[in-house]
């Protein structure tokens, strides 16, 4: 498994812009299929967004699509996410995740995931 580590998050108002960063420890990085994830209070951790292990391809959430973008450098083992146009609804603790050789390039659900980070707080004001 690779080690997680996310950096990034913080405090900004509505309409702003955070990038969020993902550090991975481990050779096989470029062999996972890597997502974000963030689980809000009171609510069901879910899928934000998810690249494939070369980058080639991406899928969003509809609730983010136009306004967060994934993104990975495997010289640099770090995945990234852009968010853009942010929404005090987009408040959450936001993790990465690190999916190795699935069937499916890009899994949406939490259980094909083996590694995780330990989050990071982004919070929206209003």
């Known amino acids: 498994q690779v080690q997680l580590v996310e950096s990034g998050g913080g405090l900004v108002q509505a309409g702003g812009s955070l990038r969020l960063s993902c550090a991975a420890s481990?050779?096989?990085?470029?062999?996972?299929?890597m997502a974000w994830f963030r689980q809000a209070p009171g609510k069901e951790r879910e899928f934000v967004a998810g690249?494939?292990?070369?980058?080639?391809?991406?899928i969003d959430a509809d609730s983010v699509k136009g306004r967060f973008t994934i993104s990975r450098d495997n010289a640099k083992n770090t995945v990234y996410l852009q968010m853009n146009s942010l929404k005090p609804e987009d408040t959450a603790v936001y993790y990465c995740?690190?999916?190795?050789?699935?069937?499916?390039?890009?899994?949406?659900?939490?259980?094909?995931?083996?590694?995780w980070g330990q989050g990071t707080q982004v919070t929206v004001s209003s």
């Open positions: 690249i494939s292990w070369s980058g080639s391809r991406t």
């Open positions: 481990g050779r096989t990085f470029s062999s996972y299929a």
């Open positions: 995740a690190g999916a190795f050789n699935k069937p499916v390039l890009i899994p949406r659900g939490q259980s094909e995931y083996d590694s």
